[in-house]
């Protein structure tokens, strides 16, 4: 979908680098959320935001920081990169009203660390 | 947290015959959502269920809840091609809007 984008598609990068993976939607959804994909283990929730400046931890959270100081951004940090942190990374949005709102997925960014 | 299971893993079939994932609970489950994910694309939304013995028809893909809310299902009829991918139930937390996925149904086909 047009309206949320991640930025870089891909990434190389070095273990106990820092990398930070964008997240911009148009939507002005108030929910994000931040997934991380492997094989075997389908789609894990590393951290979500109900709000700008409101963010709580999901199932994989550790080595992970967000932040949310605006409605549109949602940018997922690994702070010290592992190898273990190779993955494809999906950021969502939903509008979340209470009322289930379907996720809208990004493209993705496929991530490798060496 | 609320797990659901999802069967079975993998699914290869010749085009034209039907192909059904499932997905179960052993909690009962307030909604279900499901999602498709083509190879290497992201997943996108298909379909919620939300009330009991629900049946919901796309075309040829039928997607029914359980009358105890306690599993799903999706079925394709008459697979074609463009029906590759892997296909995803998750519920909602409720309150929360977290989503919890099952591990995925990956349909291949046999054209």
């Known amino acids: 979908d047009a309206g949320i984008t991640q930025s870089p598609r891909y990434k190389i990068t070095e273990t106990g680098r820092q990398v930070t993976l964008m997240c911009h939607q148009t939507?002005?959804?108030?929910?994000m959320f931040w997934y991380r994909q492997d094989l075997g283990h389908g789609l894990r929730l590393i951290y979500y935001?109900?709000?700008?400046?409101?963010?709580d931890k999901g199932e994989v959270p550790d080595g992970y920081v967000v932040s949310r100081s605006k409605t549109e951004n949602f940018p997922l940090t690994l702070e010290s990169a592992t190898r273990s942190q190779t993955s494809v990374y999906f950021c969502a949005s939903s509008g979340g009203t209470g009322s289930n709102q379907p996720q809208h997925f990004g493209d993705g960014t496929r991530l490798s660390i060496l | 947290g609320q797990q659901v299971m999802q069967i079975p893993q993998y699914q290869h079939v010749q085009e034209g015959e039907d192909f059904t994932t499932y997905c179960n609970s052993s909690?009962?489950?307030?909604?279900i959502q499901w999602y498709k994910q083509r190879p290497g694309g992201h997943p996108v939304f298909l379909i919620q269920?939300?009330?009991?013995?629900e049946v919901k028809k796309q075309k040829r893909l039928t997607f029914q809840f359980g009358e105890a809310k306690k599993n799903s299902s999706l079925h394709i009829t008459a697979t074609q091609t463009t029906d590759v991918g892997t296909y995803f139930c998750a519920h909602i937390i409720q309150g929360a809007q977290k989503l919890v996925f099952g591990q995925g149904t990956r349909l291949t086909i046999n054209p």
């Open positions: 935001s109900a709000a700008a400046d409101i963010t």
């Open positions: 939507w002005s959804h108030s929910y």
């Open positions: 269920l939300v009330k009991s013995g």
């Open positions: 909690t009962t489950l307030s909604n």
